[in-house]
């Protein structure tokens, strides 16, 4: 038998070693978005947060296209073509910082960028993707409708033919990145099923106008896009799919990317609770040292690390090609319902502090509300499930 090597020692930032399921590459670019993210975000978000904008967001996206951020798991036109784990831990990274950065990154990339590479035209590929990539053009995705979020396929929006040229009406609603957006993908209902059109927002008739007084993701752009008969030459639908199918399979890549982005919120908020419980001192010692702490600690870490753990099998199905939608909706729900569950025990343990810019917890907390709700709200991952477990439709 070979000898046994030396027991490793436990760290309480990895407590089940998963960093060895990490090779160089994965660590590097974790690394590499963790500095940009310490350097970047972290001394100017409780401002922007407080302020509700994000005012350096183009600055910021060239930044991101500079270390590869946009658009990173796919390949060609200028895009890192770097694997499903190494995007989902720059996922984490970015919303360890703030989840309005990591929308950022996953509207251009995985919903905006994703559908023109997925099913858009060689030109359209060529025209807008190497842009996206470098962060040079910053684009939107538009799919949910005031009145139609968690049913899609019922969206008033809609495109006709006259002549040669669609024809665009209708309205969407909380679009991230809307109003900063040189490009927008946009469904809408056609003669002949639902279709992805690649929209340039300088053409007449379009506009996106600013949503403002939000409680979550304020260090975000959130816009409505209202659409008046914009005219858009033939070659603007996207060609190669037609029907739910297209937007609903870039959902499910942006939700992968929220299934780890989720756990990089908890982990900051977690790290924050732990760090304070060992300062914090009450009845003459930190208050760490108490049973009661002790159990949120213990339990935050468990649900934390099984979190991260969840996200990186679901990244090698998706590097394998193995990865299905229901898988998703299994990530998606547990991962920010824990989220959620890691921030609100934070606050408890930082007290009234918890409530405060000068810590995280908050902050992370009520953006999570929004992660809960968008891309899928816990009851239809919840239905997608039920119908994968039982068989039957529950949805209508």
């Known amino acids: 038998m070979p000898a046994p ?40 978000v409780a401002d922007w947060y407080e302020r509700g904008e994000l005012p350096e967001v183009r600055e910021l996206a060239r930044e991101l296209g500079a270390i590869g951020a946009l658009g990173m798991s796919l390949s060609g036109y200028g ?10 831990l720059a996922c984490l990274e970015l919303e360890a910082a703030d989840s309005g950065i990591r929308s950022l990154v996953s509207v251009q990339g995985s919903l ?36 139609h979020g968690s049913d899609p396929a019922g969206m008033r929006t809609y495109a006709k033919k006259d002549g040669t040229d669609w024809v665009l009406t209708g309205r969407k609603m909380w679009i991230t990145n ?32 600013e949503i403002k007084r939000k409680w979550s993701l304020r260090a975000s752009v959130t816009s409505e896009l209202v659409m008046d008969e914009v005219r858009l030459p033939a070659d603007a639908v996207l060609p190669e799919v037609t029907g739910l199918r297209g937007p609903l399979s870039c959902l499910s890549h942006a939700r992968y990317g929220i299934v ?24 003459g010692r930190p208050i760490g040292g108490f049973q009661l702490t002790q159990a949120k600690l213990a339990d935050m870490a468990v649900e934390l690390h099984k979190g991260i753990l969840l996200a990186h099998h679901l990244g090698r199905r998706m590097d394998a090609g ?47 509300e929004s992660v809960l709700t968008y891309e899928g709200t816990v009851e239809m991952h919840q239905l997608v499930l039920g119908k994968a477990l039982t068989g039957l439709d529950a949805f209508r």
Request: aromatic share 8%; glycine share 8%; hydrophobic share 40%.
């Open 260 to 283: 780890w982005g989720a756990m990089g919120a908890a982990r900051a908020c977690f790290e924050s609770a732990l760090e304070y419980a060992k300062s914090r001192e009450q009845f």
């Open 178 to 209: 809307g109003s900063v957006a040189a490009v927008a993908v946009v469904w809408a209902q056609t003669d002949d099923g639902i279709r992805g059109f690649v929209v340039p927002t300088d053409t007449p008739g379009f506009e996106a106008p």
């Open 5 to 44: 090597s030396a027991r490793p020692s436990f760290d309480p930032h990895d407590p089940l070693g998963l960093d060895e399921l990490l090779d160089p590459e994965d660590l590097a670019i974790r690394d590499t978005v963790r500095a940009w993210a310490t350097d970047r975000v972290l001394p100017n």
């Open 322 to 368: 193995r990865l299905r939608p229901e898988q998703v909706s299994f990530g998606k729900l547990n991962n920010v319902r824990e989220a959620i569950e890691i921030c609100r025990t934070s606050r408890t343990i930082l007290g009234a502090n918890g409530i405060s810019l000068e810590y995280p917890v908050m902050r992370h907390a009520t953006n999570l």
């Open 79 to 88: 895009c890192a073509g770097a694997t499903a784990v190494q995007y989902g």
């Open 112 to 147: 905006a960028m994703y559908a023109i590479w997925k099913f858009g035209s060689e030109e359209q590929k060529r025209q807008w993707l190497p842009r996206m990539a470098a962060g040079e053009a910053i684009g939107c995705f538009g799919l949910t409708e005031p009145d």
